[in-house]
Nanobody
Framework: VQLQASGGGLVQAGGSLRLSCRAS????????MGWYRQVSGRQRELVAD???????NYANSVKGRFTISGDNASNTVFLQMNSLKPEDTAVYYC????????????????WGQGTLVTVSS
């Protein structure tokens, strides 16, 4: 399984970006997908995630500004980021819990390669 993320870049404060991440490979079921971010020297933190039952979680710092959505048919998750702030600058990673076996209940964790988001003041 591979997670391919795209959409990062440089934007001015107040601007918007849309991240995309598509999972490909042997996929029998997806438990959930989400986005994390990491600043150098700090721990990776959850930005937003959504489970297969539709439950969505957001970090308090992005509520009201970011929106996570997904396309089940293509195993793709999106992150619409509006009203970006300099403190949103980080490498953004997509994550997915995926079952790669035709039977069983176990899901493995997969990570994308990361995409850099830089917000200038």
């Amino acid at each position: 399984v591979q997670l391919q993320a795209s959409g990062g870049g440089l934007v001015q404060a107040g601007g918007s970006l849309r991240l995309s991440c598509r999972a490909s490979g042997i996929i029998f079921s997806v438990r959930g997908m989400g986005w994390y971010r990491q600043v150098s020297g700090r721990q990776r933190e959850l930005v937003a995630d959504m489970s297969s039952d539709g439950t969505i979680n957001y970090a308090n710092s992005v509520k009201g500004r970011f929106t996570i959505s997904g396309d089940n048919a293509s195993n793709t998750v999106f992150l619409q980021m509006n009203s970006l702030k300099p403190e949103d600058t980080a490498v953004y990673y997509c994550n997915a819990g995926i079952r790669t076996r035709s039977s069983g209940i176990y899901y493995d964790d997969f990570w994308g390669q990361g995409t850099l988001v830089t917000v200038s003041s």
